[in-house]
C-alpha cells in the first residue's frame, strides 16, 4: 500500500507534512506503520498550485528517503494547497509515468490501493476514455486509469458524482468479468481551489484516512497515517466517506458508488 499527505490552507512549506515531522511522508516511505508493507520505495511524487491554474509536479523512481532534490524541494516550495505521495506498486512498473500524483490540466491525483483483477479489465476500462482523455495514459497503473475516468463522467463539473461513477463502473465491470468486485481505495484529487478525498472498499477494508488542522487551524491535512504522536489531533475519517477541503473548511459526507448507471445509459441510448 502506499501512503499520501495532502494539504489546503494557509501557504505553508511542503516540508511541513514532507519532511519535518517525526513521522512524516518521508519516514512514511521506509517505516510505515498503517500499511500492509512498511516499505514504500518503488518511487515518489509532490503536485502543488502556485500562480497558475495548472500545478507544478515533480516525481521520481528513487525511494524518497534516497532523493536530496526532495528534501531541498520541500524546503523550499510554499504552496496552499498540495499533494505528495510515496510508493508501493501494485500495478505497473516502476517508472516515473506510473509515480503519483498524475495531472490532466488543473486536476491532480493521487490514490492509495488497488483494483483486484485489474490485469483482466483494463482493456475494457481504457476503451470508456475518449481518444483525447486516452492520450493522457501515459502509465500502467489502476491509479492513473481511475482518474481518467473520473475526467471520462465529469470531474470537472461534479467531482464527487464523477468518482462515484468510477468507482461504480469499475464495480459493474469487476461483477460482469470476474464474477465479484472487490475495490479498495483512498484518493485525493484537486482543481486548484478545493481539495477532495474519498476512503471507500467494496469490503468495508479500505486504506486509512486521516485529517488534522495545521499550523493552529490557518489549514488542514489529510494524511494516510498521522504524522506525530498527538494523537488527539488526529481525526480517523469513516470508511464510506468523501471529504471536501475548501474557503469554508473541511466537511465529511457519505461516499457511495453509482453502480448500474453506465447499463442503464446504454439501455436507454
Same mark, same amino acid.
Given at each position: 500500500?502506499?501512503?499520501?499527505?495532502?494539504?489546503?490552507?494557509?501557504?505553508?512549506?511542503?516540508?511541513?507534512?514532507? %519532511?519535518?515531522?517525526?513521522?512524516?511522508?518521508?519516514?512514511?516511505?521506509?517505516?510505515?506503520?498503517?500499511?500492509?508493507?512498511?516499505?514504500?520505495?518503488?518511487?515518489?511524487?509532490?503536485?502543488?498550485?502556485?500562480?497558475?491554474?495548472?500545478?507544478?509536479?515533480?516525481?521520481?523512481?528513487?525511494?524518497?528517503?534516497?532523493?536530496?532534490?526532495?528534501?531541498?524541494?520541500?524546503?523550499?516550495?510554499?504552496?496552499?494547497?498540495?499533494?505528495?505521495?510515496?510508493?508501493?506498486?501494485?500495478?505497473?512498473?516502476?517508472?516515473?509515468?506510473?509515480?503519483?500524483?498524475?495531472?490532466?490540466?488543473?486536476?491532480?491525483?493521487?490514490?492509495?490501493?488497488?483494483?483486484?483483477?485489474?490485469?483482466?479489465?483494463?482493456?475494457?476500462?481504457?476503451?470508456?476514455?475518449?481518444?483525447?482523455?486516452?492520450?493522457?495514459?501515459?502509465?500502467?497503473?489502476?491509479?492513473?486509469?481511475?482518474?481518467?475516468?473520473?475526467?471520462?463522467?465529469?470531474?470537472?463539473?461534479?467531482?464527487?458524482?464523477?468518482?462515484?461513477?468510477?468507482?461504480?463502473?469499475?464495480?459493474?465491470?469487476?461483477?460482469?468479468?470476474?464474477?465479484?468486485?472487490?475495490?479498495?481505495?483512498?484518493?485525493?484529487? %484537486?482543481?486548484?481551489?478545493?481539495?477532495?478525498?474519498?476512503?471507500?472498499?467494496?469490503?468495508?477494508?479500505?486504506?486509512?484516512?486521516?485529517?488534522?488542522?495545521?499550523?493552529?487551524? %490557518?489549514?488542514?491535512?489529510?494524511?494516510?497515517?498521522?504524522?506525530?504522536?498527538?494523537?488527539?489531533?488526529?481525526?480517523?475519517?469513516?470508511?464510506? %466517506?468523501?471529504?471536501?477541503?475548501?474557503?469554508?473548511?473541511?466537511?465529511?459526507?457519505?461516499?457511495?458508488?453509482?453502480?448500474?448507471?453506465?447499463?442503464?445509459?446504454?439501455?436507454?441510448?
Amino acid at each position: 500500500m502506499c501512503r499520501w499527505a495532502a494539504y489546503r490552507g494557509a501557504p505553508v512549506f511542503i516540508e511541513e507534512l514532507v %519532511s519535518s515531522p517525526a513521522h512524516s511522508l518521508i519516514v512514511q516511505s521506509h517505516c510505515a506503520t498503517m500499511a500492509h508493507t512498511a516499505t514504500n520505495g518503488d518511487g515518489f511524487g509532490l503536485a502543488w498550485y502556485g500562480e497558475r491554474p495548472e500545478p507544478g509536479r515533480y516525481r521520481d523512481v528513487l525511494p524518497a528517503w534516497a532523493d536530496c532534490n526532495l528534501r531541498s524541494l520541500a524546503s523550499q516550495i510554499r504552496s496552499g494547497l498540495f499533494l505528495a505521495h510515496v510508493r508501493a506498486a501494485t500495478h505497473g512498473s516502476t517508472r516515473r509515468d506510473n509515480c503519483h500524483p498524475f495531472v490532466v490540466g488543473n486536476w491532480s491525483f493521487m490514490h492509495n490501493g488497488q483494483i483486484s483483477g485489474f490485469a483482466h479489465l483494463r482493456r475494457r476500462l481504457e476503451a470508456e476514455l475518449s481518444d483525447v482523455l486516452f492520450g493522457f495514459r501515459t502509465g500502467t497503473t489502476d491509479s492513473e486509469l481511475l482518474f481518467l475516468l473520473a475526467l471520462q463522467f465529469g470531474l470537472d463539473d461534479k467531482p464527487l458524482e464523477a468518482m462515484a461513477k468510477a468507482a461504480g463502473f469499475v464495480e459493474d465491470l469487476s461483477n460482469e468479468i470476474l464474477g465479484h468486485a472487490l475495490l479498495r481505495f483512498t484518493a485525493a484529487f %484537486s482543481d486548484g481551489k478545493n481539495l477532495f478525498a474519498v476512503r471507500y472498499a467494496t469490503d468495508a477494508r479500505a486504506p486509512t484516512l486521516y485529517a488534522a488542522p495545521v499550523c493552529g487551524g %490557518s489549514g488542514h491535512c489529510l494524511v494516510s497515517e498521522p504524522l506525530d504522536d498527538e494523537k488527539d489531533a488526529w481525526v480517523e475519517i469513516p470508511d464510506g %466517506s468523501t471529504v471536501i477541503l475548501n474557503e469554508r473548511g473541511l466537511d465529511v459526507a457519505l461516499f457511495e458508488p453509482a453502480t448500474g448507471w453506465a447499463a442503464r445509459m446504454r439501455k436507454a441510448g
